[in-house]
């Protein structure tokens, strides 16, 4: 029997912040994947966002997408939800539930403004220490593993990918 875990020592979280990611990948099985500079910090990470209150998880992700690629996409398939207790990467105060979906474009995805470098900021997108940028990169699945993403859940998603 398993020993139960003891959560004393974690940060108590103050909210419930709920974040759906989509998979999307192209013909030529690359992963789209979105470099951000948040706060002085870069992270690789699916593309998604939070959910909004009075928002289905599928119409959150269809709007991340749009907001973040300009992409109209389909929502698949679901691949893994949060199970275990993950404190965020942002504040400390907020406990994370991420919801991860396939998705897939409604149209090419040729005329995405891709960079080829991880982190291939502008200097102005980058001169704000408070600041928020990102752009968008594709990942060769034979090069795709969990050190190329950041986040721990992203990670486990990676993971469950390359296993299927």
């Known amino acids: ?23 999307l990948l192209d013909e030529n099985k690359r992963i789209l994947v979105s470099d951000e500079y948040i706060r002085g910090n870069y992270f690789t990470k699916f593309p998604g966002g939070g959910l909004e209150l009075g928002e289905g998880t599928r119409d959150c992700l269809k709007r991340e ?14 691949i893994y939800t949060t199970d275990y207790y993950q404190v965020s990467a942002f504040n400390t105060k907020d406990q994370i539930i991420s919801i991860y979906y396939y998705a897939h474009a ?19 997108q980058v001169v704000d220490p408070m600041g928020q940028s990102e752009v968008l990169r594709w990942i060769e699945w034979h090069d795709l593993s969990e050190e190329s993403v950041h986040l721990p859940i992203d990670k486990i998603v990676v993971r469950m990918l390359k296993q299927q």
């Open 1 to 23: 029997m398993n020993k139960p875990i003891d959560y004393s020592n974690l940060p108590v979280p103050g909210r419930f912040t709920i974040r759906v990611y989509g998979i």
């Open 65 to 78: 997408f749009w907001e973040e690629t300009g992409l109209d996409v389909t929502i698949g398939e679901h």
């Open 106 to 124: 409604n149209s090419s995805v040729h005329h995405l403004p891709v960079k080829i470098a991880p982190f291939d900021f502008t200097p102005e």
